[in-house]
Each structure stands twice: as structure tokens, then as C-alpha cells.
T-cell receptor, first 114, second 113 residues
Framework: NAGVTQTPKFRVLKTGQSMTLLCAQDMNHEYMYWYRQDPGMGLRLIHYSVGEGTTAKGEVPDGYNVSRLKKQNFLLGLESAAPSQTSVYFC?????????????FGSGTRLTVV | EDQVTQSPEALRLQEGESSSLNCSYT??????LFWYRQDPGKGPEFLFT???AGEEKEKERLKATLTKKESFLHITAPKPEDSATYLC??????????????FGQGTTLQVKP
């Protein structure tokens, strides 16, 4: 049972380039989330999805887009990367009742924009 | 507005030296207060969920408690392998069962042998 898998693990982008981060879960979870983690800021919610075909904005959505075409996958896109998007990105998933077992997080993608 | 504040930011303990980590939160309809452990270079790992004041959960050397305004993570006789960053997010109030969490900055614990 792989849990939540994020690809890639590391990436360096030049300002203005685009990329897609992939999150895949094999636990049949309904909810999926993208967070970013920056030093001194804690984890902040970018976008989330409560089911296949649905997405919604979180706390810091600007500069990012998401898609959830299949229940098991949640994609995070950066259309035109900026140095301010240098961060560690975490994907997470959960059952309908989050409290039962909390989120399951992926191992993260470390992105550097130069 | 939902807010979570953790203290201290960093804590150094000797092996066997018990202590507590503090997590204070805005009291606007608590839907769930969570504790996670995060090792360097890894994603957070779920530890506990607490729902109501007076509730307690235990796992090995860790015990989480909840009051109306705070949660504590008590670490009894810690070992070096307990070294990690501990996070205590709460479920965002009024989030219509979307499961959104708000995080504080975390407490980084170092246990020296």
C-alpha cells in the first residue's frame, strides 16, 4: 500500500517556466489537498478537492491551478513560476470524516525557482 | 479568524527528561484538533485527533490533552528517536465539512542521548 505518492521529489525551475506536480493516492480517499511549507510560515493550503471533478481555492491560491479528473489523482500546476513559489509542496488526502485518521501526507516536492 | 499558535518554537531535552509542548487555538467551534509528527525531509505523520475539552489520547511516550483553549503534547522519558517537529493543526471552523486544516509553525524537539 503506497499511500500518497508525489512526483517529482525535487525540481529547479527558471522564472516563467511552467510545471505540474502530481499527487496520487491509492486509499480511495474523497478529499485531497495541496499545501506549501515555508520556513517560519507553517503549512498553508493552496487548493483542495472534496471529490472527483471538484476543486476549490484555499488560503494562498494565486499563481496555481489544480485539476482532479480522476479520484486518485490531484494535479497542481504552476503556469509561470516565480521565485516566491520556491517552497516545499505537500499533497494530502483523507476520508470524508477527517478526524477519523487525519490526513495522509505525501513525502513532498522541493521546488526551487531561480 | 482561525489561528493556531505553538510554543516553544524549539525545545532541547536530555534523554529521559519529560516535558510538554503547547498549542493554543482560537475557540470558534472546534471541529477537531490534531497532532502530527514531521521528520526532516518527510511529510507530516498523523498522531492524534482530539474533539472536546478533557479528552486525552496516548501513544507510547506521547500523551495529548485538550482544554477549551489549549492542547498539550506531553512527552514522558523521551528518547532520541522522538526528535522531530510536532504540529497541531485544527480543522477550520465553518468549513462545511471540507476537512481544511490550519497549521501553526510547529515545535521542533531535539532529544539528546
Amino acid at each position: 500500500n503506497a499511500g500518497v505518492t508525489q512526483t517529482p521529489k525535487f525540481r529547479v525551475l527558471k522564472t516563467g517556466q511552467s510545471m505540474t506536480l502530481l499527487c496520487a493516492q491509492d486509499m480511495n480517499h474523497e478529499y485531497m489537498y495541496w499545501y506549501r511549507q515555508d520556513p517560519g510560515m507553517g503549512l498553508r493550503l493552496i487548493h483542495y478537492s472534496v471529490g472527483e471533478g471538484t476543486t476549490a481555492k484555499g488560503e494562498v491560491p494565486d499563481g496555481y491551478n489544480v485539476s482532479r479528473l480522476k479520484k486518485q489523482n490531484f494535479l497542481l500546476g504552476l503556469e509561470s513560476a516565480a521565485p516566491s513559489q520556491t517552497s516545499v509542496y505537500f499533497c494530502a488526502s483523507s476520508y470524508l470524516v477527517v478526524g477519523a485518521s487525519g490526513y495522509t501526507f505525501g513525502s513532498g516536492t522541493r521546488l526551487t525557482v531561480v | 479568524e482561525d489561528q493556531v499558535t505553538q510554543s516553544p518554537e524549539a525545545l532541547r531535552l536530555q534523554e529521559g527528561e519529560s516535558s510538554s509542548l503547547n498549542c493554543s487555538y482560537t475557540v470558534s467551534g472546534l471541529r477537531g484538533l490534531f497532532w502530527y509528527r514531521q521528520d526532516p525531509g518527510k511529510g507530516p505523520e498523523f498522531l492524534f485527533t482530539l474533539y472536546s475539552a478533557g479528552e486525552e489520547k496516548e501513544k507510547e511516550r506521547l500523551k495529548a490533552t485538550l482544554t477549551k483553549k489549549e492542547s498539550f503534547l506531553h512527552i514522558t522519558a523521551p528518547k532520541p528517536e522522538d526528535s522531530a517537529t510536532y504540529l497541531c493543526p485544527k480543522e477550520v471552523s465553518g468549513s462545511s465539512n471540507t476537512g481544511k486544516l490550519i497549521f501553526g509553525q510547529g515545535t521542533t524537539l531535539q532529544v539528546k542521548p
